[in-house]
């Protein structure tokens, strides 16, 4: 018999989400450890929930390291939620990521024959995003260290904080000066936005979650991988003319000629997401370009673009080879975004249309499509739980020879499904950032005997993370 508090030793042999791995002890009861385990680890953990047929521990103790661990390089891992595998060497992550794909398709969508390729490796191991989000919150988190300090006696004020949310803790966030996955300029902006906040805490107090009042909400950075060029967006409850040309003027004085825009966003939405309903443009023009492949990209400040340049390309090249694209093909891209994979399918079929729900992002994908010369590409804004509602424009495009379809981390609606289903076209390429979505989804298309999953390939856009991306090909059986 198993008890609460009671310390075990086990030895782990598989990684589940949300920071949790997995053993069994002797007599054969599985346990699910919460901590950074690494496969191969020996560890004592400390049980805090006894189930008939499982246990759930805490993990205490590394008894004996696992080969494929590594010291992670960031003073914040274990506690930020970002890099949770910083600790596992880049061949054990790239295995975790096929297996977390290979896994999902097999026990959730009931893919039993589908063997997914080796995941595709990523360049930069760090430093290599080109968009980050920090949150200003007015809740410190505090770190294991400073838990016993006295109040007062803190380094850092206890009521500020600007970096990320803790997991599970979305009222408090880690003060962090520095993160290994930005850019430089990232880190100089988060720094000089800290204490410019921190100087005029008055008149810009950090926007509380519980009242529903204050200023300070989110610093978004974003990064041309290929352009250098770069933005800070400044998102706030109301526009504070005077102080945002300061904040700009310390903006130049710290990254020069570095910056090229600067943005202020304002919204009275009462959440934390980073997604203004006004902009003011204070420096610049408002957005920045990147390059992937042939094409420049616009992108704004609420558009959607793909976080990691690089791998972007390598994704997008893995769209355009699951779906096998003929010079006469209609294709729709769903879930399109600011229009990057509407333009790289457009020079390979006959047109394209895209979908997508935010406003900014559509006309960043008319002008994407316009700067390159490109004609063959239409876009609608939709949300795509209303496809239904754009059955004439749809009947006006054109049949679709293929669907691609990219939606976010939830995965499509199943309104947006079962249309899908109803157009039922010979090709649907499923590009997922989250491998749950993509066994339900995918489960959805097959499960009738309407397709069949032939192909997927999970790419690494996320090393040091527990992300993986991944390219679905399936083909009409009937
Ligand atoms: C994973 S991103 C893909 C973007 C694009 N395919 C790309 O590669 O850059 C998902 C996109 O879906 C959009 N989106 C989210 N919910 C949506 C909805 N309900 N209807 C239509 N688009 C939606 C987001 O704004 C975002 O641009």
Redesign the pocket.
């Known amino acids: 018999m198993y008890k609460k508090k009671q310390m075990v030793e086990v030895e782990i042999i598989d990684l589940g989400d949300k920071n949790q791995s997995f053993g069994r002890l002797e007599d054969g009861i599985s346990i699910f450890v919460q901590g950074p385990a690494a496969v191969g680890d020996t560890v004592k953990a400390e049980i805090f929930k006894v189930k008939k047929k499982y246990l759930v521990a805490r993990m205490c103790e590394l008894v004996e390291p696992s080969p494929h661990r590594i010291d992670p390089v960031c003073p914040y891992f274990g506690l930020c939620g970002g890099c949770k595998w910083q600790h596992m060497n880049y061949a054990e992550q790239l295995r975790l990521k096929r297996k977390q794909v290979q896994d999902a398709l097999e026990h959730l969508g009931g893919f039993k024959e589908i063997e997914c390729e080796p995941a595709l490796a990523a360049p930069n191991l760090f430093g290599y995003r080109n968009k980050m989000d920090f949150s200003f919150t007015d809740l410190r988190y505090l770190t294991p260290d400073e838990m016993g300090i006295e109040p007062g006696a803190h380094a850092k004020p206890l009521d500020f904080a600007v970096g990320f949310h803790a997991p599970g803790c979305f009222s408090k966030a880690i003060d962090i000066d520095h993160c290994d996955l930005s850019t430089e300029e990232m880190n100089i902006t988060l720094n000089t936005v800290r204490k410019f906040c921190l100087a005029h805490r008055d008149e810009l107090p950090i926007y509380s979650t519980h009242t529903h009042t204050g200023e300070l909400r989110n610093l978004v950075v974003r990064h041309g991988g290929h352009t250098g060029e770069f933005m800070v967006n400044l998102v706030t409850s109301t526009h504070q003319a005077e102080l945002m040309e300061q904040l700009c003027v310390a903006l130049k004085d710290a990254l020069g000629d570095r910056l090229t825009t600067f943005v202020n966003n304002t919204t009275s939405a009462k959440n934390t997401v980073a997604f203004g309903e006004k902009e003011f443009v204070l420096y610049g023009p408002g957005y920045i370009t990147d390059r992937l492949g042939d094409y420049t990209y616009r992108i704004s400040a609420n ?4 976080t990691n340049t690089v791998q ?1 390309e390598k ?2 090249n893995e769209i355009l080879k699951a779906a096998q694209l003929k010079e006469t093909d209609l294709v729709y ?6 229009g ?2 509407t333009l790289f399918a457009s020079g390979h079929c006959q047109k394209v249309l895209g ?4 406003e900014s ?1 559509v006309r960043d994908a008319r002008e994407n499509a316009k700067r390159h010369n490109v004609d063959n590409c239409e876009f609608i804004q ?4 209303d496809f239904r509602k754009i059955e004439p424009e749809l009947r006006e495009f054109g049949a679709p020879d293929v669907v ?1 379809t ?4 939830a995965g499509m ?1 199943p309104k ?1 499904v079962k249309m899908l289903l109803e157009i039922a076209p010979p090709v649907i390429v499923y ?1 997922s ?1 989250n491998p749950a979505s993509l066994a339900r989804d995918g489960q959805m298309f097959c499960e009738e005997g309407q397709y069949r999953l032939v192909s997927c390939q999970p790419i690494d856009m996320f090393p040091q993370t527990n992300h993986v991306e991944s390219v679905a090909r399936f083909e009409r059986c009937r």
């Open positions: 558009s959607f673009f793909q972007a994704l997008y891209d769903l879930f399109c975004g600011t990057s994979i979908v997508e729900l935010v992002s939709l949300d795509m739980k691609i990219d939606p976010p981390r609606n947006a590009v950032c």
